[in-house]
């Protein structure tokens, strides 16, 4: 069975920039859809960024122009590339797998902004 590992959070401060990765521990179809979750506290879990066969991105507005996802299929390794960072970014970001069956998170990776 296919796991998930965050990794790369942290804090930094307002402007500054992480490179979060989520490594499978198996092989990802690459049909499967990437993508970046996150959720702060008391808030709803919200999409952060997808990418998909053919590397197809979509990204929520908040973080348009900021964030990159991307993704390395010999690696099973898919990668967020934050910018720019500001306070409201703050939250744990998880990864996921979803295929059409199958729907896999990671344990998440907590991500502060604050000076």
């Known amino acids: 069975q296919v796991q998930l590992v965050e990794s790369g959070g942290?804090?930094?401060?307002?402007?500054g920039s992480l490179r979060l990765s989520c490594a499978a521990s198996g092989s990802i179809p690459s049909t499967y859809v990437m993508g970046w979750y996150r959720q702060a506290p008391g808030m709803q879990r919200e999409l952060?960024?997808?990418?998909r066969s053919g590397g197809i991105t979509n990204y929520a507005d908040s973080v348009k122009g900021r964030f990159t996802i991307s993704r390395d299929n010999a690696?099973?390794?898919?990668?967020?590339?934050?910018n720019s960072l500001k306070p409201e970014d703050t939250?744990?970001?998880y990864c996921n797998a979803?295929?059409?069956v199958s729907n896999k998170?990671?344990?998440?990776?907590?991500v502060t902004v604050s000076s």
């Open 98 to 100: 979803r295929g059409v």
């Open 75 to 82: 690696k099973n390794t898919v990668y967020l590339q934050m």
């Open 91 to 93: 939250a744990v970001y």
């Open 105 to 110: 998170w990671g344990q998440g990776t907590q």
């Open 10 to 15: 942290g804090l930094v401060q307002p402007g």
């Open 48 to 51: 952060v960024a997808t990418i």
